[in-house]
């Protein structure tokens, strides 16, 4: 790298060291910029041996960052060179209170712009125009959500499609099938090929098979299952229920369940 490249590298470093917010937006430079590249192969790999952050915290400063700034939007008239990072409040010259730590706009991360300042504006009020917890944002998030929601239509035993949209827990689950196994008001329960999730209904499109095709699924999640728990199971048979977990159909073909049943007597799995 340049000279000047390795100046910003330790410039942003010591910004990732200070607020959450500053943290988010070097560490977007770092990584679009891959200021990394002298030392590390990846971004993420940069980040644990550099300030110890393990693999998704970077992507949540970032994301912070990023709402921090559409909050600041309500109050143009600040700037972040006004920040007293060792105060318990961070406010905008006409007094709007911002957050201080990234827990805070954590839950708003997945909300529209707009949603974000009005969800931040109802949970300072709630906390009695003081800088609101982590959990009181969130319930504000929960209440909105709750409000704009659809009503949760899935049945227990359906069979759905995964969609991970925008969610990072479902990150590499996308188009995967599940099986609802509970459902709640605004979430259900599924069981997947590699565990149980709690999955918002619209990260969910039901696959509307017939109630003998859902059974089959069922029944082949059960098989998947028990081989999954087995401690020996080596990586080729693991890499194969992976592939399985992913099936756009409600059944084997022929060579699918050939190869299913070599597995199972493999691992004195008979039925």
Partial sequence: M?????????????????????AGKALAELRDRRLYRSTHRTFEEYCKDRFGFERRHPYRLIEASAVFDNLMKMCP??????????????????????????????????LEPQQQQQVWLKAVEEAGGKVPSARIVKDVVQQIMERTQVPNTYQLGEVCQILALDNPDLKGKSGCWAIVSQVNDFSCKVKMWDG????GVKHLKSYEYLPGECEQMRLLCDRIHKL???????????????????????????????????VEKEYAIVD
């Fill in 2 to 22: 340049t000279e000047a490249e390795i100046s910003d590298r330790l410039h942003l470093e010591r910004k990732v060291e200070r607020a959450f917010f500053e």
């Fill in 77 to 110: 008239n600040w700037t972040q060179n006004k920040v007293e990072t060792d105060t318990a409040e961070i406010r905008s010259d006409d007094g709007q209170i911002l957050p201080t730590a990234e827990g805070q706009v954590r839950p708003l991360t997945k």
């Fill in 196 to 199: 149980e999730y709690t999955v």
């Fill in 228 to 262: 999954r728990n087995n401690e020996n199971l080596e990586e080729a048979a693991r890499a194969m229920l992976r592939q399985l977990g992913e099936l756009k159909r409600p059944y084997l073909t022929a060579l699918e369940e050939k190869l299913l049943n070599v």
